[in-house]
């Protein structure tokens, strides 16, 4: 047994603390709770000596030992570590993140009956006074019941007092308040699955045995006997109790029989639930027997699996090619292999959509993990993957994390999306983690697109991946036809600048006319993004962040989207703040503000004064809050009672609705002119993905993109759909500049609330990398970055840019290094490694 442990903790300090462990059994890897600065937190142990610390470091004790095997297993171990000196995190932040902690670690109740509650159950004591009758006439029963349950001396959980005698947690505390009861913490980690309690028929009452006497039972007692038996001797209480009660069986004669010993309580793990969503009268993917392209992407990617080792491909399939269905196949073929199956989608993309399709393949053998879990059902569904139950898992960002015993492959679909970056630490970013996942367990890893990202592309290009592409929509349907409208010439010939072209109006009313639907893409949300001054010039920003406050017109209740009903305000779209619309200039008392820049919102008013007998909804963060906002607009669009959607990029990502068949695009070339070295690469996905949305049913689609630039190449390779020829296009102008992926960057960002000490640190840690040149790194800056001050932190960036992976790395280790040194707080120093923005 071993003197000492050292514990990665969820701190931002790279490094372990050292605890004694004062005699507790504990192995490598599994948790502990330990005291740190005046708080216990949850650390993972990485290591067990018996070295004696300097005698001028104070050794604490570890209070708890959590877990009596390792939770992680070693392959997760082993990508943690590579996660946190990859992407230069804190191992412990890191381990946090991939596993439930916070559901775990809660404390439970358990409950004794105490001398005063013996006495009200044996003399009746407290009948009849005045608390006591303040209680319902069946809370008063539960009393009696609970009391019953307890007689025996034994403790019994909050749980399964509720089951056995339906009193709950208020009620239970309410008489240890009045000292009936002891109320005792229950000092054990739970196991995070949600626990239900089943009645049991004792076996050998089940079949009445000669010579034994059964006790006498009064009828109601005898009827919940029937009931048990006449369901297979097993059901659970939840059910049970509510069949008795509409037969007016009191909750105490259960709690009798089971004080009796004639029926038990056995609690099990919940059974997996997966509501069942419906595919809106379409065949689900899995349905469809594969097409030829379909056949040889799965064939390529069996033949992998089968072959074993570390495979990765890149899927370049176009939109509606049904990549969904090969990715269903290759998961089916790895479920009859034995082996568990792992699909990463972006955030938004795991709708209900996506959710019914794999439901409908796998049923209960999957597991869904999403943003929108709370950590009790977050830390269930990672037991039950863990216990091997849900060998198929479907999840967002953090899934690739799941602890799936015998995985054999693994899926990233629209592998371009950014939100599989993770923008606080550790930044991760999925797809990447999910390459070298496959790596260090040597399985296939498939990532898909119909938009790789140049980083996939590159390495298809090199051979680095295989190559799989699927470039025929199914059933032969025609990619829609793109045309571009010329928003100059437009302002030309009708001189007023408009938001939406004569083109795209005429041929919005031709296509609803038709009894056919269109969606409508203006990517901002809000009303108008920049409020202006005419007089100073001055825009109204956020009071916390160097961010345009947007402008949010209220009580414009649409009665097909959900949106809250606030009132007219300036938001900030990046911290949330909100205020009042002033009347003036805050700057020079000015009453001339000048609303600029339509939003969602505004498109959405302006399409109802055009089409007044469209049926309109909206797709944005305002009227999409939860997964079951966007089933309800999908569910919706899909039924026909919406005809005419507008939104911002939401409405891009995947949706399969087959009646649309007019795409628009509204100022979408915008976002050309940010300061970003991908600006083009978003602005062709954007176009490409929006454009995919039309023309997926029996009727052929159109698009039409309204710009200022059509002679833009981002343009001119989107309106014929070539990829290909973007990604060579693009691909010469970052070797040209030296940007990823012919380059490998890392964003330094330095912040604090004072702009003084900021400035400092920037100074600082500028001048020592110009004194220290790091080999075959280019350092840029350090210089404001572009969004200077966030949620009120001042924010000065420096990016380094090297040819070479381990180049990068040496040098961003030895900047951490002096940062230490001098004492820097580490909170000041961000690092990103691989940004996705340069913000
Ligand atoms: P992608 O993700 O490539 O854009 P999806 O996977 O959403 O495309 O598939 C597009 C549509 O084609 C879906 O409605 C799907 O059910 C259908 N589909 C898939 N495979 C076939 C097939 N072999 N034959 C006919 N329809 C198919
Ligand atoms: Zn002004
Ligand atoms: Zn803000």
């Known amino acids: 047994m071993s003197l000492y442990c050292d514990v990665a903790l969820p701190v931002p300090l790279d490094r372990v603390f050292t605890y004694e462990l004062g005699g507790q059994e504990a192995g490598v890897g599994v948790r502990v709770m330990v005291p740190f600065g005046g708080q216990r937190l949850v650390g993972i142990i990485l290591g067990l000596h018996d070295t004696q610390p300097p005698d001028d470091v104070e050794v604490k004790r570890v209070d708890r030992v959590l877990d009596e095997a390792p939770l992680l297993p070693d392959e997760l171990m082993e990508l943690g570590k590579w996660i946190a000196a990859y992407y230069c995190a804190p191992l412990g932040e890191v381990l946090r993140g991939m596993m439930p902690l916070t559901a775990e670690v809660r404390r439970q109740w358990t409950y004794r009956i105490a001398e005063q509650g013996r006495k009200v159950l044996y003399e009746g004591a407290a009948k009849g006074s005045s608390r006591r009758s303040r209680l319902s006439v069946e809370d008063q029963n539960r009393e009696y019941a609970v009391l019953n349950y307890l007689e025996s001396g034994e403790p019994a959980k909050t749980a399964t007092l509720r089951s056995a005698t339906g009193a709950n947690k208020a009620l239970l505390d309410a008489m240890a308040k009045k000292r009936w009861l002891v109320r005792e913490p229950l000092a054990e980690v739970r196991d995070a699955r949600r626990v239900e309690i089943v009645a049991v028929l004792a076996e050998d009452n089940a079949e009445p045995t000669e010579g034994k006497r059964l006790p006498k039972l009064n009828d109601n007692q005898l009827a919940v006997m029937a009931e048990l038996a006449g369901c297979g001797s097993r059901e659970l209480v939840r059910e049970l109790r509510s069949r008795l009660s509409a037969r007016g069986i009191p909750d105490s004669s259960l709690s009798t029989l089971v004080k009796r010993g004639l029926v038990r309580l056995e609690e099990t793990a919940q059974a997996f639930h997966v509501t069942s969503l419906g ?60 082996k568990s199956a792992l699909l990463l989608v972006p955030e938004i993309g795991l709708t209900p959509g996506t959710a019914a399709q794999m439901v409908a393949a796998f049923g209960s053998e999957v597991a869904l993990l999403h943003s929108q879990l709370t950590p009790d059902e977050r830390a269930e569904q990672w037991h039950r993957i863990r216990r091997g139950e849900a060998r198929v898992v479907i999840g967002t960002r953090s899934a690739v994390f799941a602890p799936m015993p015998n995985l054999g492959l693994i899926l990233v679909d629209e592998e371009h999306d950014s939100s599989y970056k993770q923008e606080e630490t550790p930044r991760y970013h999925g797809r990447d983690v999910a390459v070298m996942r496959a790596k260090l367990l040597g399985c296939t890893v498939v990532l898909g697109s119909a938009t790789p990202s140049l980083e996939s592309w590159n390495n298809a290009e090199r051979g680095r991946y295989a190559l799989v592409q699927m470039l025929e929509r199914v059933q032969q349907r025609p990619l829609p036809k793109v045309e571009m409208i010329d928003m100059r010439e437009e302002f030309r010939e009708t001189g007023k600048e408009q938001l939406f072209s004569r083109r795209l109006i005429e041929e919005t009313q031709a296509t609803l006319d038709r009894n056919e639907q269109v969606i409508i893409l203006l990517n901002r949300r809000g009303y108008s993004f920049v409020v202006m001054c005419r007089s100073c010039g001055e825009k109204l920003e956020c009071e916390n962040c160097a961010i345009s406050l947007t402008y949010h017109k209220g009580g414009e209740e649409n009665s097909l989207n959900g949106e809250a009903r606030v009132g007219q305000r300036l938001e900030c779209h990046y911290c949330g703040y909100r205020r009042t619309v002033p009347k003036a200039c805050p700057k020079c008392q000015s009453e001339h503000l000048y609303y600029l820049g339509a939003g969602s919102q505004q498109g959405e008013e302006r399409l109802q004064e055009l089409f007044p007998g469209a049926r309109i909804g909206r797709m944005d963060r305002d009227t999409v809050r939860t997964r079951g906002d966007m089933e309800r607009l999908l569910g919706r669009l899909h039924s026909g009672e919406i005809n005419l959607l507008v939104g911002t990029q939401m409405i891009a990502k995947g949706h399969d609705i087959h009646g649309v068949t007019l795409v628009g695009v509204v100022g979408a070339d915008f976002a050309l002119g940010l300061p970003d070295f991908r600006a083009a690469e978003r602005v062709f996905q954007l176009l490409t993905q929006v454009s995919g949305r039309a023309g997926r049913g029996e009727l052929p689609g159109k698009v039409l993109v309204q710009t200022y630039q059509p002679d833009h190449y981002v343009n001119q390779f989107a309106i014929t759909h070539n990829y290909t020829g973007f990604a060579a296009r693009e691909m010469y102008f970052r070797r040209a500049m030296r940007y990823p992926p012919l380059s490998v960057l890392a964003n330094v960002i330095l912040q604090g609330e004072e702009l003084e000490e900021v400035l400092g640190i920037a100074t600082k840690l500028g001048r020592w990398l110009a004194k220290n040149k790091p080999e075959g790194v280019r350092v840029l800056g350090p210089a404001p970055a572009p969004n200077a001050r966030l949620k009120r932190i001042y924010r000065y960036h420096m990016v380094l840019k090297a040819d070479r992976r381990e180049q990068l790395g040496a040098a961003l280790r030895a900047l951490l290094g002096f940062v230490d040194a001098e004492q820097v707080p580490r909170r000041a120093v961000v690092v990103d490694v691989d940004p996705v923005h340069l913000m």
């Open 279 to 338: 595919n809106h009268g379409k065949k689900f993917a899995h349905e469809h027997a594969l097409n030829e392209a379909q056949t040889e992407a799965l064939a390529t990617i069996v033949t992998a699996m089968n072959a074993g080792g570390f495979k990765p491909h890149l899927l370049y399939g176009i939109t509606g090619s049904g990549k969904t269905a090969v990715y269903i196949a290759a998961m089916q073929r790895a479920l009859s292999a034995n």
